[in-house]
């Protein structure tokens, strides 16, 4: 059962331009949802985050839009660059025992192109 | 020094041999976690560990155990390999989130490839 859905699979955007990578889940008891990044041969590495209580998060060309009615986040990239290009994953975070504790729930990943 | 270290980076063993991954980090971590990432699949969690004494299972266990030595690693076996699991495996750890139940970022080691013929 894929609790997070992320399309597209793959990604190929001209240097400039925005690349939007889109996520929905479906069990409301997700309560922070962040963007990991993978480049080549490394580990994935946090983005961005944002929590269900606010609609969009900005870190400089990257935001994330939230909409928790429809269940749905995106990761937009403002002006992609070549070194954007990696692997993309969304996530979900699952409260757990004690309030201290989580796992995550990783989307199946957007292979990111960036052409020069 | 990587935060997070991973060994070996590469294996490649046969069907039935008995292979241990091994985790140690240097960032003071009680919050440890085993994923195996597959193309198209993205990353599932085999196992996690919040403390020494706090062990659970997580998506995909079946064919896996885990050893929590010290604080500071974290053990993955598989007693019987077998080609399915082929894969690449992550290590990652984090802190523990905050009394108001704030999210705290997994960090990842570099991985390890492993290959069952």
């Known amino acids: 059962q894929q609790q997070v859905k992320q399309s597209p699979q793959s990604l190929i955007v001209q240097k400039g331009g925005i690349s939007i990578i889109n996520c929905a889940y479906e069990n409301t008891a997700f309560d922070y949802f962040p963007w990991y990044q993978q480049f080549p041969g490394k580990g994935p590495a946090l983005l961005i985050a944002i929590r269900p209580d606010v609609s969009e998060k900005k870190e400089g060309r990257f935001t994330i839009s939230f909409n928790k009615s429809a269940k749905q986040f995106s990761l937009h990239i403002m002006d992609s660059q070549p070194g954007d290009s990696a692997t993309y994953f969304c996530a979900a975070s699952t409260p757990l025992s004690g309030g201290s504790n989580y796992k995550l729930t990783f989307g199946k990943g957007t292979l990111l192109t960036v052409n020069p | ?117």
């Open chain 2, 1 to 117: 020094d990587a935060d997070v270290t991973q060994t070996p980076r590469n294996r490649i063993t046969k069907t039935g041999k008995r292979i241990m991954l091994e985790c140690s980090q240097t960032k003071g971590h009680d919050r440890m976690y085993w994923y195996r990432q597959d193309p198209g699949l993205g990353l599932r969690l085999i196992y996690y560990s919040f403390d020494v004494k706090d062990i659970n299972k997580g998506e995909i266990s079946d064919g896996y155990s885990v050893s929590r030595q010290a604080q500071a690693k974290f053990s993955l076996s598989l007693e019987s390999a077998i080609p399915n699991q082929t894969a690449l495996y992550f290590c990652a750890t984090s802190d523990p989130g905050s009394p108001t139940g704030s999210y705290n970022e997994q960090f990842f080691g570099p991985g390890t490839r492993l290959t069952v013929l």
